[in-house]
């Protein structure tokens, strides 16, 4: 990968034995706009501000939250370039599964090999780590799933997480509220509550992105139109 | 070789800088405004223009053979602002491109798909330390089959997002925010007022009028989907319109 000039790895040791560079990706996904997820006993829910940078930008253009099979979503806190290779690569790894084993691939695998791919880019030569933490969201033979991806390869699975600027916030939040036995729809709701805890400004279709998956196995992202009528049972 | 991080090489490779930031890309940003010139585009309910300072450094130039406004396609132009010979670069990489593409997929590459391209392109350049960032910010216009006008603008950190205005280099600031005053009803301009708007938002900004020999103008219709670059007479026209309106 890259030059044979550069094929000495750029993230190396410090001498107190961390890897700065991969503290400076998470600072930088640190400084994105917040995400979650939460599991619900019978789906998913992963949620994201949208917040653009002039009202000049066509907001229907944007989706920040992806599809990387019919029944697993995802979406990222961080540096939305980077998103879009490991959106492109996991679709990838994804269909070579399919076409090899005829099954469509489990959200444990999928998660794994994304995950190499983003700690190859910390020991590689020539490349930087990616500036993103993904949230992965699917529901397969084994239920319901919720994995958190970070820029040094390590996954974990979450029954409810959020990244971003607003991270604290909405974790401590997300604690109180979160309940084993909740349903999609709550989870929905909670979602929007906890976007809502640290958002500025006010909050609308317009402006934040909600996916979920069910029971029926297949990932959607809700319509400004469904958004908006979460919002007004929240109010 | 002395190792990056902390080692004050964050700032001559693209690595993270202890605050997460790339030093390498944001100096990017600034060369695209070294390069001492404006752009704006606008999209219409039915066209899209993009409009850039045409400044010649050297009365023995050949006048025509300056310019950062490029056809990528027939149906697809390419505004390029920043370091020319990297805009040249970059135009050359998307004609190729959007040539494979067409004879791939057997239809004309999208304005969107082609801005993705160059997007994922640039990123390439700002995780991969042997390539340096490219100093452009390219608009990509276009008008789709089924979504109608389009105006994209990719930059040099990789994103690229869909406009109803925008704009890029030395007066970008200004010019949004003109833009948005303009923009915030969500008017659906004809041919005409999306190319006057675009005119008249790089006059105000730049406070000066123009002769038509010092801005380049790139228009597509959906009655005429063929990117063209309007004619000196034309641009006359339009600016004519403009100072009768005021």
Redesign the interface.
């Known amino acids: 990968?890259?030059?044979s000039?550069?094929s000495?790895s750029?993230?190396?040791f410090?001498p107190s034995g961390k890897l700065?560079?991969i503290e400076?990706?998470?600072?930088?996904?640190?400084?994105g706009q917040t995400s979650l997820g939460l599991k619900a006993s019978n789906g998913v829910v992963i949620a994201t501000e949208k917040k653009?940078l002039?009202?000049?930008?066509?907001e229907?253009?944007?989706q920040k939250i992806q599809h990387l099979t019919p029944n697993i979503g995802t979406v990222y806190s961080g540096?939305?370039?980077?998103f879009?290779?490991l959106v492109?690569k996991s679709r990838k790894q994804a269909e070579q599964y399919l076409r090899l084993y005829k099954e469509p691939i489990p959200v444990t695998q999928l998660v794994r090999e994304t995950a190499t791919v983003m700690q190859e880019?910390t020991q590689s030569g020539?490349?930087?780590?990616?500036?993103v933490s993904l949230l992965v969201a699917g529901y397969d033979d084994k239920g319901p799933q919720l994995y958190q991806v970070d820029p040094s390869g390590s996954y974990f699975s979450w029954k409810a997480s959020a990244m971003g600027k607003n991270v604290s916030n909405a974790k401590t939040f997300l604690e109180k509220r979160y309940t084993e036995d909740m349903e999609l729809d709550d989870a929905i709701h909670t979602a929007i509550l906890t976007l809502k805890e640290g958002f500025e400004g006010e909050i609308s279709s317009k402006n934040i992105e909600i996916g979920k998956i069910g029971a029926d196995k297949v990932f959607r992202v809700l319509t400004p139109a469904e958004i908006d009528d979460y919002l007004a049972e929240v109010e | 070789m002395s190792r990056g991080s902390g080692g004050g090489y964050d700032r001559h490779i693209t690595i993270f800088s202890p605050e997460g930031r790339l030093f390498q890309v944001e100096y990017a940003f600034k060369a695209v405004k070294a390069a001492g010139i404006t752009s704006i585009g606008v999209r219409g309910k039915d066209s899209v223009c993009v409009v850039t300072q045409k400044k010649v450094p050297d009365k023995l130039l050949d006048q025509s053979s300056v310019t950062h406004l490029f056809p990528v396609t027939k149906y697809l132009g390419l505004l390029a602002t920043g370091i020319t010979a990297d805009s040249r670069s970059l135009v050359t990489q998307a004609r190729n491109e959007a040539a494979e593409f067409r004879f791939q997929y057997g239809y004309e590459m999208p304005a969107d798909i082609l801005a993705k391209w160059i997007a994922d392109k640039s990123q390439v350049y700002t995780q991969h330390a042997y390539m340096r960032p490219l100093g452009v910010v390219a608009m990509v216009l276009g008008i789709d089959e089924e979504r109608g006008p389009l105006l994209y603008k990719c930059d040099p950190a990789g994103h690229f997002y869909g406009h109803k205005a925008t704009s890029a280099g030395v007066k970008e600031q200004e010019a949004i925010n003109f833009l948005e005053k303009k923009m915030k009803e969500n008017p659906a301009f004809t041919y005409d007022e999306t190319v006057q708007t675009a005119i008249s938002a790089l006059q105000s900004v730049l406070q000066e009028d123009f002769k038509a020999t010092e801005i380049e103008v790139g228009v597509v219709r959906a009655d005429n989907r063929i990117f063209r670059s309007l004619e000196t007479e034309e641009i006359e026209e339009h600016l004519t319109a403009i100072s009768e309106r005021d």
């Open positions: 990968m890259g030059d000039q550069y000495f750029l993230t190396t410090s700065v560079q400076h990706a998470l600072t930088a996904v640190g400084s653009l002039s009202i000049l930008v066509d229907a253009s944007v540096m939305g370039p980077d879009r290779v492109r880019f020539g490349v930087r780590p990616f500036g």
